[in-house]
């Protein structure tokens, strides 16, 4: 009989108390999630943006407050959920991409994840800083004339 995984605990608030931006380390924990494990994050507030990175992947989102300036977040998954897959990214209702935030989500990619990120307008100043020797891309514009742009790891043969 196989037992489920400890859940895989990350505590955000020591680096939002120095500026640092937990993105890129949430994503790595991410990454690192075992079928079935659950992830458990602490933030000194409701990161809802991320609540439908996880959610996109099957993940069920639930939020506890024990303290006034701790709010603890446990991503559950289904059992469809797919940790490292198909990861999306809407910067469609801004005029501005956040160029490190996608650098830094790229980097996080499994070999068989996806990126997809919604824009207004075609990025191709952005594709332009895309590494092309690691990663593959396919941009078409959608039906509501915004731009999706699909990211994918390239793999060596």
Known sequence: MQSTPEPLCFDA??????????FPYILEYKRRLLPGQVFQLLAPFQPVPLYSVFEAEGYAVEVNQPEPDCWEI????????????????????TQDVDESQLADTLRSLGRDSTLKVLTQERPDALLATVDSEAFEWECESTESGRWMTTFWRVVAD
Do not use: H, M, V
């Open 13 to 22: 608030r020591p680096l939002l108390a120095k500026g640092i931006e937990p």
């Open 74 to 93: 446990r991503f559950t998954p289904s059992s469809s959920a797919t940790p490292g897959r198909g990861l999306e990214i809407d910067f469609s209702g």
